[in-house]
């Protein structure tokens, strides 16, 4: 599998293969419910995700972001329809949620401090194993969207800078031929000029599998994300385009809790994806 790496985190992200399966999202999630303890966390959430480029989740503090990224891993137990590419996941455990093709890279990167960028990588190979389908680890993707890690193959994982552990993170993703990639709040807690470095690892790997984006960070999702979907209460507040959302004050500071009237220096951000329909009437709680 090749990719032509953009020149900035700005570039286009990579269009869908063909006509036909740029009608339907490759991830389609419907009334998803998660009670937890007896406490209801999410209350029906609806989300489609692009078969390219990056679609972002977005939400105030507490929506409900996290639960649902775990929700669709199978992580939390859960109600609803989960499809990826038309195949229901809704009752499949994790590790068969990961088989049909979908890499998480969760909110604390799930590093192992102590072993080496070649050794984390390697605890992610999953194809070729027992009859797996998948084929081997396709580690020319990886060292070819960021020949970093392969230039730090021997340093330990825990000296990496921030921008560098999520190179790491996201390239286990890569490794075993997925079709979605899930990126938990990959700028959390890092410095802006680590930020950056976070968004340029986002735009290459969305030039080789798509990304569902969960980011508080509007200006890292203006640049990168075509279409978003707004969580609120543990609701579906809003679907639609990301530049239309971001560009209306008003609805940016209701649904998100802060305005975003300017547009980010550095160059355009993509197009919506022609892969799923703009919904740009809010969902009401």
Do not use: W
Not at 91 to 103: D, F, K, Q, Y
Not at 106 to 120: K, S
Not at 253 to 275: D, F, K
Request: hydrophobic letters at 40%; glycine letters at 10%; aromatic letters at 2%.
């Amino acid at each position: 599998m090749t990719s032509s790496l953009p020149s900035s985190p700005s570039s286009t992200p990579r269009a869908a293969a063909s006509t036909s399966s740029a009608l339907e999202p490759l991830l389609s999630v419907r009334d998803l419910r998660v009670v937890i303890d007896g406490l209801h966390i999410l209350h029906g959430v609806d989300l489609d995700v692009a078969p390219a480029g990056v679609t972002a989740l977005l939400g105030r503090n507490g929506a409900g972001k996290t639960t649902t990224v775990k929700a669709v891993m199978g992580l939390v137990p859960r109600t609803g329809s989960v499809r990826l590419a038309g195949a229901e996941l809704s009752s499949l455990p994790t590790h068969l949620v990961v088989r049909h093709g979908i890499g998480y890279a969760p909110e604390d990167r799930g590093i192992f401090a102590g072993l080496t960028v070649a050794e984390n990588l390697r605890l992610a190979e999953r194809g070729a194993r027992g009859g797996e389908e998948g084929g081997e680890p396709d580690y020319a993707l990886v060292h070819e969207l960021f020949p970093e890690l392969k230039q730090r193959a021997g340093q330990l994982a825990g000296t990496l800078s921030g921008g560098q552990q999520q190179m790491v993170a996201i390239g286990r993703t890569l490794l075993n031929r997925n079709r979605l990639i899930i990126a938990d709040e990959p700028t959390k807690g890092l410095a802006p000029k680590i930020v950056s470095e976070v968004a340029e690892v986002l735009a290459r790997a969305a030039e080789a599998v798509p990304v569902l984006l969960v980011e508080q960070n509007l200006a890292l999702v203006r640049r990168l994300a075509g279409t978003c979907a707004v969580l609120a209460d543990g609701r579906t507040a809003h679907r639609g385009d990301t530049a239309e959302l971001l560009a209306d004050e008003e609805a940016a500071r209701r649904l998100l809790g802060v305005g975003s009237r300017h547009p980010l220096a550095g160059g355009p951000r993509p197009a919506a994806s022609p892969a799923t329909p703009v919904v740009t009437t809010e969902v009401k709680p």
